[in-house]
């Protein structure tokens, strides 16, 4: 296997990092299917500067909260490409709070979208990798994962989630070439940020050693050295893209 003749599916692949991350796999000459939830105009120019690099792609819309989605997705993209070889657990959202006043509901938006969709996703993939004996699965997880962080109680069970999903599915994957692993990024300048008030902006930076945030590309190139058929022998493993945040 080369980076060439591998097909990766990124769910969010039609924005801010997600994006970042078909890019990068184009460059290596990967060919991409680009999931997206509904801004169906995003993703489509995610494919077309993927196909300006010279690689095949297309846009798969689906929900990876919905089960029944996921495995649609993983049918569709096999159908299209005829295989799959890498799949990045990129789609992600926030409903930040502070414990004592957010909604029931948002946590579990939070959950299904974040950690289930990365299962959904990861389960129906695996099923394709173990018959193919290759397969390479990198789920984004965060820093605030890790570390955690107040308001963002959801999410960061979520992203804290994402590492034993992580570890538990490196180990049950480990013999049939698949290798399951996530990276955490610390403060990256995408939409999901932008919203954010600029004295929570400028807080955080302060807890950045390097004082600035991190591109999406940044994250993609770690996302794309797990993903190369190279790392066969890492698996189960974080990274941090954070500028020392975690450290
Ligand atoms: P973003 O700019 O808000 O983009 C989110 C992407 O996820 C979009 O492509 C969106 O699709 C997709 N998405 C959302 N819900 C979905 C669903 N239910 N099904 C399928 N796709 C869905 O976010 P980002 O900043 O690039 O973040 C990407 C990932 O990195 C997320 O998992 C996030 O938690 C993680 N992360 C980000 C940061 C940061 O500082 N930005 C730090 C740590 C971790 P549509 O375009 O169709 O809406």
Redesign the pocket.
């Known amino acids: 296997m080369t980076m060439k003749e591998s097909v990766a599916l990124v769910?969010?692949?039609?924005?801010?990092?997600?994006r970042a991350i078909c890019l990068e796999l184009a460059r290596q000459g990967a060919s991409v299917a680009v999931?997206?939830?509904?801004?169906e105009q995003?993703?489509l120019e995610t494919v077309e500067a993927c196909r300006a690099l010279g690689v095949e792609a297309e846009a798969f819309q689906?929900?990876?909260?919905d089960p029944a989605a996921c495995e649609e997705l993983v049918k569709a993209v096999k159908d299209r490409f005829g295989h799959l070889d890498i799949l990045v657990n990129?789609?992600?959202?926030t409903r930040d709070g502070l414990l004592m006043t957010a909604k029931a509901e948002d946590f579990d938006k939070v959950l299904d979208?974040?950690l289930k969709?990365a299962y959904f996703c990861m389960k129906a993939a695996s099923k394709v990798m173990m018959r193919q004996r290759y397969g390479r699965i990198i789920s984004?997880s965060?820093?605030v994962g890790l570390r955690g962080n107040a308001g963002q109680t959801s999410y960061s069970a979520s992203?804290a989630g994402i590492l034993g999903l992580t570890k538990s599915a490196a180990k049950e994957l480990a013999t049939r070439g698949v290798t399951v692993n996530a990276v955490a990024?610390?403060?990256?300048d995408?939409?999901?940020?932008s919203v954010l008030p600029e004295n929570a902006k400028n807080a955080m930076l302060t807890t950045i050693p390097m004082g600035k945030p991190g591109a999406?590309e940044d994250v993609a190139r770690a996302v794309v050295f797990f993903a190369r058929p190279e790392s066969a022998y890492i698996t189960g493993q974080v990274l941090c893209v954070d500028g020392g945040m975690a450290v």
């Open positions: 769910t969010g692949g039609s924005r801010g990092i997600g999931n997206y939830a509904g801004n995003a993703a689906a929900d990876v909260a990129n789609a992600g959202i979208t974040n969709g984004m965060s820093v992203k990024p610390g403060f990256i995408t939409d999901m940020t999406p």
